[in-house]
């Protein structure tokens, strides 16, 4: 049999791994429907008309073709999803007569996206989703919403570091732009939204080249794009820039409304910061856009993005436009897990063994886990009925924290293998204390 080798892109995590991944999404999951967000889970292709129409993706989009395909594209129209926001447009528009509005939606799912895997950037992996959709209006305080419900999400996942989400408008870049005379918008957003990756020299000369601007307006496009503040003093800032434009004027208003609805959240872990560089390369945004970065982990770029969409749903009678932010679950577990940063304390569910005396006791021990069981404590009897030595060291190796013995007096007693501490118990009654009930989440910090 041939050498199995990784491949590249796809990431797979052992049990102990994805039991963190499971608790992250079970978190999130958990938080969003506290919100009152509804979950939805959407195919995994989607026709390549969908798919191309929105932001340069050409490139990312994964085929999707039979190995005797026949036709003259020798692909049969489809390719696997490379977001959750493209789907969800079309799940709006062929259930919008079941929907009520606006509909308020989350979705955990694999997405596939043919780029060069690097750290933080992979060819499968898991995003999740929040979105609120309106038909024909979405006011713009839903905008601060998804914010808010995103922050508190990333918040009570505890093991991540300090956390940065940086906010702007594209209404205000537009806007700026419109008060310059650039003629092509698109193409300088497209440049500037570079900064993260490329000096400010480098996307000055990119602006002459490619956007066609003099060097005085590319100056002019850099300068609003240094312009940075956790309040809404930014205002003041471009204003002192001396454009005027009536689009300008509404992405202020808006930019300024959303960062004062999320003061209250900021903490030594949050900063919601406007950030007047960022623009996202897809060009669906309408409105507010988002990015999150984390404190040490800069280098995987935005772990949590998105923005307002005012029309990439229409069905020619009515339109939906919506908002909403995308957390790349994979891009913040895979190289924090894979550092040994983040773990969890045990790689299996059970918390007790149920030690076998010999072969003939594994009725009894079966009728013992029964009884945890059916009180949520997750355990596994013995898979041998060696010296009672070796199975607690069965128990250390796969970090179950309790083993269980029956005496032969009838009585029963559960050994805590990490103190050596051991009590007399009755599996009808005795539950793990909390903590031990389940794994646990662990970080470098706190083990």
Known sequence: MAKITP??????????????????????????????FANIETRAVEPL???LRKGDTSKEVYLL???????????AGMGLHFDLTVPFARYVLENAGKLEFPFRRFQIQKVWRGERPQEGRFREFTQAD????????????HDIEVTRVMVDALTRLDFLPAFR???????????????????????????????????????????LAEAGIDAATADRVLQLATIQ??????????????????????GLDELAALVRGCADLVSDRVAVVADLSIARGLDYYTGTVFETRLAGYESLGSICSGGRYDA????????????????????????????????????????????????????????????????GVACEVAPSASKFG????????????????????????VKDIRSGDQVEADPATWTPPANDLRPTITSAENQ
Do not use: C
Request: hydrophobic residues 45%; negative net charge; aromatic residues 6%.
């Open 65 to 75: 073709r039979r190995l005797q395909e026949e036709s003259a594209e020798g692909h």
């Open 130 to 141: 929040i979105d609120i959709v309106g038909r024909d209006v979405l006011p713009f305080h």
């Open 229 to 250: 503040s956790g309040d809404d003093s930014f205002v003041d800032a471009v204003r002192a820039l001396g454009v005027e434009h009536e689009l300008l004027d509404e």
């Open 312 to 375: 990439l749903a229409s069905d020619g009678r009515s339109t939906y436009p919506g908002v909403g932010i995308s957390l790349g679950v994979s891009r913040v577990l895979v190289p924090l897990i894979s550092k040994g940063l983040v773990s969890a304390s045990r790689a299996v569910p059970s918390a007790v063994l149920v030690a076998l005396v010999d072969e003939e006791s594994r009725a009894d021990a079966n009728a013992v886990a029964h009884a945890l069981r059916t009180r």
């Open 390 to 413: 070796k199975q607690i060291r069965t128990a250390e190796r796969r970090g179950i924290p309790f083993v269980w013995f029956a005496q032969a007096d009838g009585t029963h007693q």
């Open 7 to 36: 491949l590249s892109g796809f990431p797979e995590f052992l049990p102990e791994q994805r039991w963190v991944e499971r608790a992250v999404t079970d978190t999130l999951a958990a938080t969003f429907e506290l919100h009152g």
């Open 49 to 51: 008309d969908q798919l």
């Open 165 to 207: 989400l940086q906010v702007n408008n594209r209404k205000l870049i537009q806007g700026f732009y419109a008060g310059l005379g650039i003629e092509q918008p698109d193409e300088v957003m497209r440049l500037v939204d570079k900064l993260d990756k490329v000096p400010a020299e480098k996307v000055h000369a990119l602006l």
